[in-house]
């Protein structure tokens, strides 16, 4: 069953939306070709203190392949912030861009 998992972070300092796309765009690449993530939207909130992303996976195994120490640690390094993670099962996903509805097997 695919997974979503919401990464959250509150920044040190708030974010303009300029740094903040700015330090998104510098991380983008590192999610590229990423065995079972389907997609990535990044987050930020309008008073610039947290950030984060939405992420949706084809299992929860392929979340806990990229959220590993690692992983942790380049947020920690790249944005000041330790992340928090809440995973949830999609069951069903509507995608306008497709044209088509799927649901878990």
């Given at each position: 069953?695919a997974?979503?998992?919401?990464?959250?972070?509150?920044?040190?300092?708030?974010?303009?939306?300029?740094?903040?796309?700015?330090?998104?765009?510098?991380?983008?690449?590192?999610?590229?070709?990423?065995?079972?993530?389907?997609?990535?939207y990044?987050?930020?909130?309008?008073?610039?203190?947290?950030?984060?992303?939405?992420?949706?996976?084809?299992?929860?195994?392929?979340?806990?392949?990229?959220?590993?120490?690692?992983?942790?640690?380049?947020?920690?390094?790249?944005?000041?912030a330790?992340?928090?993670i809440?995973?949830?099962?999609?069951?069903?996903?509507?995608?306008?861009?497709?044209?088509?509805?799927?649901?878990?097997?």
């Amino acid at each position: 069953m695919a997974v979503t998992a919401i990464v959250r972070f509150t920044f040190p300092e708030p974010k303009s939306p300029e740094a903040a796309k700015a330090a998104f765009e510098a991380s983008a690449p590192l999610y590229r070709g990423v065995r079972g993530l389907v997609r990535k939207y990044y987050l930020l909130s309008e008073d610039g203190r947290t950030g984060g992303g939405v992420y949706l996976f084809d299992s929860r195994e392929d979340a806990d392949r990229l959220y590993d120490d690692a992983w942790r640690a380049g947020i920690r390094e790249r944005l000041g912030a330790e992340p928090s993670i809440e995973y949830f099962e999609s069951p069903v996903i509507v995608d306008n861009d497709a044209g088509a509805i799927s649901t878990a097997a």
